[in-house]
Every structure is written in C-alpha cells, then in structure tokens.
C-alpha cells in the first residue's frame, strides 16, 4: 500500500502549482515541499516517527486533506485501524472526491473478514466517485475471492485492468483467481504479466494459496 503515497505526492504537485492559498517560500509551495520531506524520511524514521511529524505538519498546515489520509494509513499500519478510520472521514469530510482514503481504507478493512459489507459498501461508494479506480476494482475482487466466488472476482479483475491498465495488484489477484478457477489460459495471461512486471513468482504465489489459503497470501501482499 506504501505505494499509493506516490501517488499522494503526484497530486499534491498539481495542487501546489494551482493552489493560491496555499503557503509559499521562494521556489515552491511549502506544504509540498515538507510533505515530501516527510515521505523521504518514512523508511528511516518508521511510523512513530512519521506519526509524530504528520502531527506537526497537520498543526502548520490543518487544511491539507492528503495528510490526513497519509496519517490514517501510518495509524492503520500501526494496528490502530479504528483512529485510522477516523481520519479517512476527516479527508473524505474536507475532500468528498478523494479516492486514495477510499483506496487505502478498503486495503485495511480486507483484513477483518467480519465487516465484508461494510468493505463492500465503502469499495462501492468509491467506484460511484471514480469507477476507473484499479485499486477498488482490485479490492472488490479480493471480498470476492474471499468469499469463494471467483467467477464474480476475476470479473471485477478484467474490469479494473480495461480501466487502468497500471494497477499492478491486479494481474496478481487475476493470477490467484485464475488459479482457484483452473482457467489455464487466463492463469498463462496473469502468470506472464506479473513475471513480466517483476511484482512477485508466479509458481511461489501459487504453493502460498495451496498450503496457507486466500487469506494469508492477502496478508503478504498488502
């Protein structure tokens, strides 16, 4: 999930070059330019420090909803999933359309396969925002892998990769679906595209689903 940040940062370079509000130094809007500084850092300062400069960076800069949804995803790697929650609702309060809350919120819900209608829900309002969201697309078809309903899985699969094309999640998902339904020319497809991509071995996905189940290939992978 570490990924979709990058696509934070993305966004946020639009903004800072669109935004007149927003505050500024010499060369760039400084909201940018100290929220990359704390992405950089994340690998070297972990999620408590990360979490702490978020705090400061929100108290300086309170309107900026991608912090927001940045700390919600720190929270949730933290195992604190319920404030994480909480700040997903404050982003998608101050940004109605911002879809990587809805992105990263339905990543974490996958794991507690009690609340599959509320994951189903949430996934839902968000494709109802951006129904070209590969990552939605993706998770939609992870409730349904879960559930054993392949068919509808790979469905929502070759869905999500006509739409966007570059979510790589989801050739991995085709592939373990593919797999469960013995379709051996779309597991071909999905096996050759992540091979290709470099994001995981075909063969090593597939003994992980065969000895440990849907569930814990799912944990390995988000």
Request: charged share 20%; aromatic share 14%.
């Amino acid at each position: 999930m570490k990924n979709l940040i990058f696509l934070f940062l993305a966004s946020i370079l639009l903004l800072a070059c669109n935004d007149k509000s927003a505050p500024q130094d010499t060369e760039t809007n400084k909201f940018y330019a100290d929220y990359v500084a704390i992405y950089a850092a994340y690998d070297s300062v972990g999620n408590e420090g990360t979490l702490k400069s978020l705090n400061s960076y929100l108290e300086e800069f309170p309107d900026r909803y991608e912090a927001y949804i940045f700390k919600a995803y720190i929270l949730g790697k933290m195992g604190d999933t319920s404030e994480a929650y909480k700040f997903f609702d404050i982003a998608r309060e101050m940004d109605s359309l911002a879809i990587a809350s809805y992105e990263y919120q339905a990543a974490f819900m996958l794991y507690d396969t009690t609340q599959n209608e509320a994951t189903a829900a949430l996934i839902e309002q968000g494709l109802s925002i951006n129904d070209s969201s590969g990552l939605l697309w993706n998770h939609h078809a992870w409730l349904y892998l879960l559930e054993g309903n392949y068919e509808n899985g790979l469905s929502d699969v070759s869905k999500g990769v006509q739409v966007q094309p570059k979510t790589k999640d989801l050739y991995r998902t085709g592939f373990l679906l593919s797999t469960l339904l013995q379709e051996d020319s779309s597991k071909t497809f999905y096996a050759e595209r992540i091979s290709k991509l470099g994001i995981g071995q075909p063969d090593s996905l597939e003994q992980m689903l065969n000895n440990s189940g849907a569930y814990e290939v799912l944990k390995s992978l988000f």
